[in-house]
């Protein structure tokens, strides 16, 4: 029996698992350190920062493995940044101040976005390790901030505790897992099966794709950060910009590669803005859903998505489809934006965004490494998106009223589903869904424009 393809399975799904959750930095209404107000800003700025340079590095990392050639040494190089990632959970207790954990940080995002990347480089050609890897990145994508989600509205703002990222370290289970299993798999492989061989136009347009989107995320991202305190016509106008000017990059970008490729980037935008809605509800909704129900049907539902796109024929395997299905997310979140406050509605949202989210990536699945690694990673450095669903909801409101020294008095509106929120702010409710429902639409298009014109064959299994 050959155990090299379940190794290399298992090594794909736990590493794209850890990469996620590491790359996973979302905001969080309980600060994460106990620092002064000029400490907490800088920290704020380091953790996007860290995350659009993983990126980057995720790209080069595939572009220097495709050199090398050799499988045993990416699975070498994923086991060697496992290693990274753990000796920064065990001296994060340790760090001495704000600097030193901007530092393991950086250092902690910059060994996630290499490992995304050679294990691209090591299961890239092979169906079922690439699909492994698919179900291990959307995992973290979705899921892994179910982790700090509160139980009950007693317990809505937590402990401040000393930590790298507002979901704290990875788990143990989880690091020493894949530094075994990318050890095992190294073992394994065999010199004869070698990593992909580079395209040159495909990786530098990639490398140029992945600076221009990190540089574009990172910068639009803040801008709309920066109108926290702004008019809601201001802010609504920033976001519309900033979310055309990522699509149009996107779009360009996807048109440089060949038609299978550049689905493969849409899809990856679709399912982000796709996910928004959800991801909010996970990460501010105070709701009792236990994080095992979460985590069995989230993962369920991504593996389902996947396998229905194993198993239909291959001219049904359209990645439109998924992401129209996830489209359904963002259509209840514009026409209801409180329906994922319950268990049981939260639920159903994760249930069909996992399915769409699953069957979408694994229909799009590229042939080249370095787009793959662009395209896994995309998601966790949407800055804009996470930005335009959640600056709009929670702007300081000014309640027209006055204190005893003259001063306007203001309304913090960071849930805008509250009793005392203003109408202008509760109507974000509404656009922010509406938004990321025609983020979706457009990448729905455009990727049934690429499958029109250029023809598209399924590649064998």
């Known amino acids: 029996m050959d155990i090299r393809a379940p190794i290399s399975a298992a090594a794909a799904v736990a590493s794209g698992g850890l990469a996620g959750f590491v790359l996973t930095n979302p905001r969080n209404r309980a600060w994460t350190i106990n620092a002064s107000d000029r400490e907490i800003d800088r920290w704020l700025s380091s953790q996007p920062t860290g995350v659009v340079v993983a990126l980057v590095l995720a790209v080069i990392a595939v572009a220097g493995l495709q050199?090398?050639?050799?499988?045993?040494?990416?699975?070498?190089?994923?086991?060697?940044?496992?290693?990274?990632?753990?000796?920064?959970?065990?001296?994060?207790?340790?760090?001495?101040?704000?600097?030193?954990?901007?530092?393991?940080?950086?250092?902690?995002?910059?060994?996630?976005?290499?490992?995304?990347?050679?294990?691209?480089?090591?299961?890239?050609?092979?169906?079922?390790?690439?699909?492994?890897?698919?179900?291990?990145?959307?995992?973290?994508?979705?899921?892994?901030?179910?982790?700090?989600?509160?139980?009950?509205?007693?317990?809505?703002?937590?402990?401040?505790?000393?930590?790298?990222?507002?979901?704290?370290?990875?788990?143990?289970?989880?690091l020493l897992g894949v530094l075994v299993l990318a050890l095992l798999a190294a073992v394994a492989a065999q010199s004869r099966f070698r990593v992909q061989t580079p395209d040159g136009t495909v990786l530098l347009t990639a490398l140029v794709g992945a600076l221009v989107l990190a540089v574009l995320n990172r910068l639009l991202g803040a801008w709309i950060d920066d109108q926290e305190f702004g008019e809601p016509m201001t802010v609504w106008l920033i976001v519309a910009l900033s979310l055309a000017l990522i699509l149009a990059c996107t779009a360009v970008i996807a048109h440089r590669f060949t038609h299978v490729d550049g689905r493969f980037l849409l899809a990856s935008t679709g399912v982000a803005a796709a996910a928004m809605p959800v991801l909010d509800d996970l990460r501010s909704t105070p709701v009792t859903t236990p994080v095992s129900a979460l985590l069995v049907v989230g993962v369920l539902a991504l593996a389902a998505g996947i396998g229905v796109a194993v198993l239909v024929p291959p001219h049904l395997r359209r990645p439109e489809w998924g992401l129209c299905l996830t489209a359904l997310v963002?259509?209840?979140?514009?026409?209801?934006?409180?329906?994922?406050?319950?268990?049981?509605?939260?639920?159903?949202?994760?249930?069909?965004?996992?399915?769409?989210?699953?069957?979408?990536?694994?229909?799009?699945?590229?042939?080249?490494?370095?787009?793959?690694?662009?395209?896994?990673?995309?998601?966790?450095?949407?800055?804009?998106?996470?930005?335009?669903?959640?600056?709009?909801?929670?702007?300081?409101?000014?309640?027209?009223?006055?204190?005893?020294?003259?001063?306007?008095?203001?309304?913090?509106?960071?849930?805008?589903?509250?009793?005392?929120?203003?109408?202008?702010?509760?109507?974000?409710?509404?656009?922010?869904?509406?938004?990321?429902?025609?983020?979706?639409?457009?990448?729905?298009?455009?990727?049934?424009?690429?499958?029109?014109?250029?023809?598209?064959?399924?590649?064998?299994?």
């Open 330 to 461: 963002s259509l209840v979140s514009a026409i209801w934006p409180a329906f994922g406050e319950t268990s049981a509605s939260l639920l159903i949202e994760l249930l069909v965004l996992n399915v769409g989210t699953g069957f979408a990536l694994a229909t799009a699945l590229p042939s080249s490494a370095s787009v793959a690694a662009l395209g896994f990673v995309l998601p966790f450095a949407s800055l804009v998106f996470v930005a335009a669903t959640t600056i709009p909801r929670s702007r300081v409101v000014y309640s027209g009223e006055y204190d005893s020294v003259g001063e306007r008095m203001a309304t913090t509106g960071f849930d805008t589903r509250l009793p005392s929120t203003p109408a202008s702010a509760a109507a974000s409710d509404h656009l922010t869904g509406l938004a990321m429902l025609l983020v979706v639409g457009f990448c729905v298009y455009w990727v049934r424009e690429r499958h029109s014109a250029w023809g598209y064959r399924e590649p064998r299994d």
């Open 67 to 174: 050199r090398s050639g050799s499988r045993r040494a990416s699975w070498l190089l994923a086991a060697v940044c496992a290693l990274v990632l753990t000796s920064v959970a065990w001296a994060v207790p340790y760090a001495s101040g704000i600097d030193t954990l901007i530092a393991l940080h950086f250092a902690k995002t910059a060994a996630a976005g290499i490992l995304m990347g050679s294990v691209v480089a090591a299961v890239w050609g092979r169906r079922a390790p690439q699909l492994a890897l698919a179900l291990g990145v959307s995992t973290a994508f979705v899921l892994a901030s179910a982790q700090r989600l509160p139980r009950a509205e007693a317990a809505y703002l937590e402990p401040a505790t000393r930590s790298t990222s507002t979901i704290g370290e990875p788990p143990l289970w989880l």
